[in-house]
């Protein structure tokens, strides 16, 4: 059986719905984000995908889902600090708007942003991810689950090479998405299909 990892982007949050920033701040599900999570452990069932590990990220919102879509109790899980969102320091909090002073290049020109004092720049984001991914190298064919959050899952898409760091923002990642990956034998990764709730009815399972 050859390796498979699965992305999994956390379910909506109160902070999501009221469009703010969120990055390292520790906010749960709403109720729309937990049937969120059961409809993607449905689609999972449907497609009949099942896990041999599981990996979220800590904060809450990515822990929550990978519990429900996973099937699996908080404490089977391996969480891991690396797989955190982006840490967007003192814009957490803050309304989503993308041409706001504050947010500097973060969305017009993501090559050339400089976090504020306190945030996390890209190169860092994407190091420590990368470090995630070099550490699960090593393993037997299995399928693995790995929760965490939009603009990270973003920046493991550039690390494999499957997006450009300028045009993260152009890829729609929805609430509860599985992204398909294939660890290639030279250590590179292949991605695959973008599984989405909303491509999934009842009618499937």
């Known amino acids: 059986m050859s390796r ?3 992305l999994l ?4 949050t109160e902070w999501n719905k009221k469009k703010l920033f969120q990055g390292q701040t520790d906010i749960p599900l709403d109720e729309a984000g937990i049937e969120q999570a059961r409809a993607c452990r449905e689609m999972a069932e449907s497609l009949h995908l099942s896990f041999d590990r599981v990996y979220a990220s800590p904060l809450k919102r990515a822990l929550e889902t990978t519990e429900i879509v996973s099937g699996l109790p908080k404490e089977k899980i391996m969480t891991d600090r690396r797989l955190m969102e982006m840490d967007f320091g003192p814009i957490d909090g803050t309304p989503f708007d993308k041409e706001s002073p504050d947010c500097g290049l973060l969305f017009q020109d993501p090559d050339r942003y400089v976090p504020a004092a306190g945030a996390e720049s890209f ?3 994407r190091a420590r991810l990368a470090s995630f991914f070099a550490d699960l190298a090593e393993g037997p064919g299995e399928r693995i689950l790995v929760g965490s959050h939009g603009c990270a899952i973003r920046c493991m898409l550039v690390n494999f090479g499957y997006l450009k760091l300028h045009d993260i ?3 729609h990642i929805p609430n509860c998405t599985l992204i398909e990956v294939q660890p290639a ?3 590179t990764f292949q991605v695959g299909k973008f599984l989405e709730i909303s491509q999934f009815s009842s009618k499937h399972v």
């Open 9 to 12: 982007r956390h379910g909506e």
């Open 185 to 187: 034998p030279d250590s």
């Open 169 to 171: 923002w152009q890829q």
């Open 4 to 6: 498979t990892i699965y």
């Open 123 to 125: 190169p860092a984001l």
